[in-house]
């Protein structure tokens, strides 16, 4: 078994198909030197506990040795040869495959334009994070570009070490994909409080990058200065090997519902791939997240030993901000009205649910993690495509978990 | 052996929930399961150090808030990633509808 990417999806896959009984040799080749890590806290708790950022691995050189999963660091797959089984590493060295899972995530998405320097950054890699930390101080001017979760989970990190920061987000409001206004208002509030400068509405005209400065011209005709631009307007699918090799695409590698590509001995999972979601009567979606970065890689797994089990889950994120926490079960768009529930200390949380009762998805936000039970309990009653009792939804002395026994 | 500490009533844990319990500056989370029994264990996940009693108690599984990283509070064993170090447990038992744990050393 090979698999290309050692991310959180592709690591949980090698972890998987040994926790299901393979015995066979297991290779996971990654491209950064690192043991694979987590990435939610690069925007986090690395950026901000510590002198620097720290790695937090998912799993160490023991415990890989112990389930026999080869990692080959520092490696690039140059490309797949469908017919042999067997995929060229960058040393020009081959390695074949009986299965062969792709789980090559997402990178950022570049901005378009001509102007950007060594200070106009982007966050994907624990090394984008430490050159990142470098600039995070007081007396420092940072302008993020893109109102969404990077960018705002960035913005709150170089407040709590004194940086100042200005985000710019073309959309007429942040968060605009995804989160419902509701919530991206609280978000909104909070960094204003917090003495974040938010510019919505406005494009980049221009960048000007000198190697000390970067001068942003936005379309309103005002400049924003900074000392570093960090980029944030959302990530593709890393597609490239998968469309050298003939794989069919569709927004990432397209797979099936039990993540297989177009050739079958080749599965796809996490942020590359886009696949039918069962929940919403097979809409094709692309995901980026960790839970199902996770549960791709364990799903694969299953499936390339031969389990022909298809994807069940509902879509699930969470971001922290300051001491909010927002969480989201299901996809927001889906739903056509709104029950709201409000949990005390300002933390609510909000039902999506179609014209005929089904609820679809549920959002909240509060403090730590007081909306994290009743979004849990919400994923499960979408689940199971539940029509929840709007008066029960709405009012906090019925239990969601008495919900679930209905 | 260190003395039972009273951690709260019986009556303030619902059946299948957890709440929390402080004491000499560490975090503990008392359960009690559909079976009407109660257990203890460490308040904080072993994942990242977030407390557990804001999380979701299914039959004998406790998941934390976070990420949903799983244990049986029974056992104190981790069942799924991303936790993989399993959760102290403690003795627990009930006198008169106060429920006490008993912490060791």
Known sequence: MVIIGAGECGTRAAFALREEGYDGSITLVGSEPHLPYERPPLSKEAMTSGEAPSIKAIADAARLAEHRIDLKGSTTVISIDRANRSVRLGDGSDLAYDKLLVATGSIPRKLPMSGLGARCVYLRTFDDALLIRQYLREDVRIAIVGGGFIGFELAASARKLGAEVTVVEAQPRILMRGVPEEIAAIVHETHVTEGVEIVCGDGIAAIEDDGNLVRIALSSGRTVVADLAIIGIGAVPVTALAETAGLALNNGISVDARLRTSDPHIFAAGDCCSFPLAVYGHRRVRLEAWRSAQEHGALAARNMLGAEEAHASVPWFWSDQYGLTLQIAGLPDEGERTVRRDLGDGAFILFHLKGDGRLVAASGIGPDNTVARDIRLAEMLIARSARPDLTALASTAVKLKSLLAA | M????????????????????????????????????FFATDGLCTHEQIHLSQGLVMGDIIECPKHNGRFNYKTGAARGAPVCVNLQTYPVKVDAGKVFIQLGN
């Open chain 2, 2 to 37: 260190s003395d039972w500490i009273e951690a709260c009533a019986a009556d303030d844990i619902d059946e299948e929930d957890v709440i929390r319990f402080d004491h000499a500056g560490r975090s503990f989370a008392i359960y009690r399961s559909p079976e009407d029994e």
